[in-house]
């Protein structure tokens, strides 16, 4: 057991000094030790920059006015949609796998109005966005950011919680990562 942890030491330094990387050392096992070594988080165990990116960024293209409570808010222009879990379709993201994801969806609406809405997983709210623009001369932006763990295939969407009078186009937007 002591001469498995010299090695794994000498295997570090080597690594650390390139020696094992020179064209004079020859031990194939050692190489391969160092690349494991470069792609694994020791302390996790897992690997390192072998994930799949997933993220998305959509917008919607139109205003959206007098929409109904419970009515799923299609963010329908797409800008970014690294593992195609996002649908512009639908306004639903799917997870592609398992994972802590971060969402974030910003509203904007004029004076005098409101849009409320909140963020849903499988059809159970996580998290709220109330956004009302009273007495102001100009634009409001609300967001919400919400943490969520997924499994594969669970659906993510936001949805709007009473009638909304009027959001805008291009600022109204809706994103998410995988962490």
């Known amino acids: 057991m002591k001469s498995a942890g010299l090695v794994f030491v000498l295997s570090i330094v080597m690594c650390l000094t390139d020696l094992a990387h020179s064209e004079d050392w020859s031990h194939f096992y050692l190489r391969a030790a160092c690349k494991l070594m470069e792609s694994r988080d020791f302390k996790t165990g897992n690997s390192i920059g072998k994930e799949k990116v997933i993220a998305f960024q959509a917008r919607v293209s139109s205003r959206l006015r007098n929409v109904p409570k419970g009515r799923t808010v299609r963010f329908d222009t797409v800008l970014l949609n690294e593992g195609n879990g996002y649908s512009g379709r639908t306004g639903q993201f799917t997870a ?59 659906k993510v969407w936001v949805r709007t919680t009473s009638q909304g009078t009027d959001a805008h186009p291009t600022w109204t937007t809706f994103g998410g990562h995988k962490l």
């Not at 102001?136 to 967001?143: F, I, L, M, P, V």
């Open 96 to 154: 592609p796998t398992k994972g802590v994801y971060v969402f974030d969806w910003t509203i904007t609406v004029d004076n005098g109005d409101t849009f409320f809405t909140e963020i849903v997983k499988n059809g159970s709210a996580f998290g709220y966005n109330h956004c009302a623009a009273k007495r102001q001369s100009y634009e409001r932006n609300c967001s919400t950011t919400s943490r969520i763990r997924l499994k594969r295939g669970d």
